[in-house]
């Protein structure tokens, strides 16, 4: 399959994806008043801020220790799959313990409890996106995105034609946990046989034992921490919102960053979905290519940053009322601040492609932590004084400082790893 035609497909289920989970959230804005939609965001918030720590970052460690050596990269797989059991009770018992912690007039507490599930279904699409990637198999990579919106939307809808007028935020919770269940149960089918593993952990090549939990942890864990501080620029705001300021200004945030958070779309597919396991093969055998792509792929993307900013900067009043009604007015100017960081996002994910390679990826982490702790102490004076939009000023300069530290920590790592080629001859 050409690489023009596998990201053309991954493109355009990217872009059916995006389509999916947006009419989704455009129904629910439509069902619910900015104060409800609110309550639901932050609670959905909550929970995909600890599918990292289920995960580990698992997922991402496969990619790179399998295209590099999937003969090692075998016997990881055992200790992995117990990791990540590990892990997932551990997020439980806080996810609940924290839904206990809410006020006892809160629908925080059963939302929290009903979208736990949700965790090990983006966790398994996590792995079963890596698992195809790996396997070259690019129309399963570009379908199993869909399948979870896919299904969100037609609960949703199903809910609808049903109940009518009489649908609630419960229904909506429930809707997200039955999809990440069947999701769940796909990847129990799915991963019987991954990479010569049968069975989940009985390998063919018994020569190489597995290696140990603590093994996998050690190199999996700045890949979590890393997906850690990168959720929590992107959506610790929508949980800060509704601890400081109202639901309401929650709702108002969401709305605009969702439009913007489609966007993410392009960069996504490019950096994350083909072309980063042909960037780690480029960091151990063609530095020079590695930094020709990251230059040329750069500019590109940069380019295209700029012109969906101007496209969303001059639409936003129009396309937040035409989208989401007069209720939800308040969101448009929240989205124009939002959309002068789409430049910075998408050139972001071309460096932090490069950051993943060789030892570079606890480099990218770190700077995902200063990010991170940035937003968080920005928004503790921003949401209270300014509130949807003190949070959207915030997500601007936490994308402008990870464009910066990314940029001179690429650079780098970029020119360490061609002048270790050149010295090794290779």
């Not at 108002?252 to 960069?267: G, H, R």
Request: hydrophobic residues 55%.
């Amino acid at each position: 399959m050409s690489a023009v035609f596998s990201v053309s497909l991954l493109t355009i289920a990217a872009i059916v994806n995006a389509v999916l989970a947006f009419g989704t959230q455009l129904l629910l804005v439509r069902l619910f008043a900015p104060q409800d939609y609110g309550i639901f965001a932050a609670a959905f918030a909550t929970v995909v801020l600890l599918v990292p720590l289920a995960g580990f970052g698992i997922a991402p460690f496969w990619l790179k220790i399998f295209s590099e050596n999937p003969t090692i990269g075998r016997r990881y797989l055992k200790s992995s799959y117990a990791l990540m059991a590990l892990m997932s009770i551990t997020v439980f018992v806080l996810l609940f313990g924290w839904s206990y912690l809410q006020p006892q007039d809160s629908e925080m507490r059963p939302m929290l409890q009903i979208l736990s599930i949700c965790i090990l279904g983006q966790l398994t699409i996590e792995l079963l996106n890596t698992k195809f990637q790996l396997e070259k198999k690019i129309l399963q990579l570009a379908l199993i995105s869909l399948t979870q919106n896919g299904l969100r939307l037609g609960l949703i809808g199903l809910f609808v034609l049903v109940l009518e007028n009489d649908i609630s935020l419960y229904h909506v919770a429930i809707s997200y946990a039955a999809s990440a269940l069947m999701i769940i149960l796909l990847g129990l089918f799915t991963f019987r046989n991954f990479v010569g593993s049968h069975r989940w952990i009985g390998f063919p090549n018994t020569a190489n034992p597995p290696v140990r939990i603590s093994q996998v942890a050690k190199g999996s864990l700045p890949f979590g921490v890393a997906l850690f501080f990168q959720l929590v620029y992107y959506q610790s705001d929508v949980v800060m919102l509704k601890l400081l300021s109202t639901p309401a200004q929650t709702g108002y945030y969401s709305i605009a960053f969702t439009l913007v958070a489609a966007t993410y779309i392009l960069p996504t597919v490019i950096f994350q979905k083909f072309f980063l396991p042909k960037i780690y093969i480029w960091a151990n055998l063609d530095p020079a290519r590695l930094r020709r792509f990251s230059v040329k792929a750069g500019i590109g993307i940069g380019v295209a940053g700029l012109l969906v900013a101007a496209i969303y900067w001059v639409a936003s009043d129009m396309s937040v009322a035409f989208l989401f009604g007069e209720r939800y007015a308040a969101s448009a100017s929240v989205l124009r601040v939002l959309s002068l960081s789409i430049p910075a996002i998408f050139v972001s994910y071309n460096f932090g492609a490069i950051l993943m390679t060789r030892d570079s990826m606890k480099t990218k982490t770190y700077f995902m932590g200063i990010v991170a702790l940035f937003n968080i102490l920005a928004n503790l004076f921003m949401i209270p004084e300014f509130g949807a939009q003190g949070a959207a000023v915030t997500t601007l300069m936490s994308a402008v400082l990870l464009l910066m530290l990314y940029f001179v920590g690429a650079r780098k790592a970029v020119e360490k790893i061609v002048n270790i080629s050149v010295q090794s001859g290779t």
